[in-house]
């Protein structure tokens, strides 16, 4: 197993070095990803019962081969409106994940010389 010491300000596992602010600043952008996404799936998937309720049309005339625009959506367009939800999701926390770890780096870089500039 690797090595683990811990301060004050940071946390070292092995050559990885988390930091108050590096972790914290992890956590807000992804928190920022997380609650926009979920807010697009909340709005869509409660849109589905809403428009039943408010919009005839929705629910009740056949468009195509008897099916409803409703009856279409929630069997058909919904599940790829879930994936393509889904696929944007990761490649945005995946790139997130990229750009935060070279900051991450950089905050524990000048949060380790400051320590070692204070304990001398």
Same mark, same amino acid.
């Given at each position: 197993?690797?090595?683990?010491?811990?301060?004050?300000?940071?946390?070292?596992?092995?050559?990885?070095?988390?930091?108050?602010?590096?972790?914290?600043?992890? !956590?807000?952008?992804?928190?920022?990803?997380?609650?926009?996404?979920? +807010?697009?799936?909340?709005?869509?998937? %409660?849109?589905?019962? #809403?428009?039943?309720?408010?919009?005839?049309?929705?629910?009740?005339?056949?468009?195509?081969?008897?099916?409803?625009?409703?009856?279409?959506?929630?069997?058909?367009?919904?599940?790829? !409106?879930?994936?393509?939800?889904?696929?944007?999701?990761?490649?945005? +926390?995946?790139?997130?994940?990229?750009? %935060?770890?070279?900051? #991450?780096?950089?905050?524990?870089?000048?949060?380790?010389?400051?320590?070692?500039?204070?304990?001398?």
């Amino acid at each position: 197993m690797g090595e683990t010491s811990a301060r004050a300000t940071h946390v070292q596992h092995g050559s990885h070095i988390d930091t108050i602010e590096s972790v914290d600043a992890v !956590f807000r952008e992804q928190r920022k990803l997380s609650f926009a996404y979920g +807010a697009v799936f909340f709005v869509v998937t %409660l849109a589905i019962p #809403a428009m039943s309720v408010w919009w005839k049309s929705w629910y009740a005339v056949p468009i195509w081969g008897g099916f409803t625009a409703n009856y279409l959506f929630v069997s058909l367009l919904y599940y790829l !409106f879930l994936w393509g939800l889904s696929w944007t999701y990761i490649k945005k +926390a995946d790139a997130l994940d990229e750009r %935060l770890s070279h900051m #991450a780096d950089e905050i524990a870089a000048a949060t380790l010389a400051a320590a070692e500039g204070g304990e001398s």
